[in-house]
């Protein structure tokens, strides 16, 4: 559901999108949550944005070689 959300997102913030939350998933979830919520992060990108950052960062990590972006040939 996640992933579906951030495919109707423009190429330009599905880009900034998938970047915070590889960065988030570094985090633990307290500072994760705290990253999200903050000021910076409110003007950098919208409420639906964050909230699917938020879910993204709940999910299991996938394969690494696949990532987030279009499936590999």
């Known amino acids: 559901q996640v992933f579906g ?3 109707q997102l423009p190429p330009d913030r ?7 939350v ?7 979830p307290d500072q994760r949550e705290k990253v999200i919520n903050s000021e ?14 938020r879910g993204a960062t709940r999910l299991p990590l996938a ?7 279009e499936p590999q040939q």
Not at 14 to 20: E, F, I, K, T
Not at 63 to 69: Q, S, V
Request: proline share 5%.
């Open 22 to 28: 590889r960065n988030l998933r570094s985090m633990p």
């Open 40 to 53: 910076r992060f409110k003007g950098m990108f919208s409420d639906q944005e964050r909230e699917m950052m």
């Open 14 to 20: 599905q880009r900034m999108v998938v970047m915070a």
């Open 5 to 7: 959300q951030m495919r």
């Open 63 to 69: 394969p690494a070689e696949g990532g987030e972006g």
